[in-house]
């Protein structure tokens, strides 16, 4: 004959449900900072990606159609400014009279909206800070820095370095090797 044991049931008493839940509310409250840390970097390098691929498009459409392409800075999306920062945006047009202005026989290639909360984007070149060309053979017309920087700062920042070749590279400091600069 078969004897039956008593089955226990196992439950959580409701002073091991709240300690759980304790320690969940401040591991998760722990992981915040560091997961949205880890957004802004990722929002930082998408639009550096973003940045090195127009460069590349514009010297790219310079060699492809035998004339100078330009990049410039535009809030617009239609003409070029002075007025307005890299941070809100810019256009790539093919520049067949070479007056770095968007006129009636230019073609518009590439609208860029302006970029994502939160980024800042500069550029520092020799000659104009407000656009750079791609000649037909690919060189630009200047070498510069671009950098982008997220509300880390210095210590985050990237950079898109323009040679005068024309050939774009990426990376965490300037074309000499020194730290970026966010201020």
């Known amino acids: 004959m078969l004897v039956k044991k008593p089955s226990h049931q196992s439950a ?12 969940a509310g401040i591991l998760i409250t722990l992981a915040i900072p560091s997961f949205s840390h880890t957004l ?23 060699i492809k159609t035998n004339q100078r392409v ?3 800075k535009s809030s ?15 256009i790539i047009f093919s520049d067949q009279n070479l007056d770095k202005t968007i006129n009636n026989n230019d073609r518009i290639l590439l609208v860029q909206q302006p970029i994502a909360s939160g980024l800042t984007l500069t550029y520092r070149g020799f000659g104009s800070h407000n656009y750079i060309s791609y ?13 982008l920087c997220n509300q880390y700062g210095s210590a985050e920042a ?14 965490n400091k300037t074309a000499s090797g020194k730290a970026l600069n966010c201020s």
């Open 12 to 23: 959580f008493t409701l002073v091991e449900l709240l300690i759980t839940l304790s320690i």
């Open 40 to 62: 802004a970097k990722s929002k930082l390098r998408s639009q550096l990606q973003v940045l090195f691929s127009h460069h590349q498009l514009a010297r790219s459409e310079a």
């Open 70 to 72: 330009t990049l410039c």
């Open 76 to 90: 617009s999306g239609t003409q070029c400014t002075s007025t307005s920062g890299w941070s809100d945006g810019w």
């Open 135 to 147: 000649f037909s053979d690919g060189r630009s017309t200047t070498n510069g820095t671009f950098t």
């Open 158 to 171: 990237k950079s898109v370095i323009i040679s005068r070749t024309g050939r774009a590279r990426m990376d």
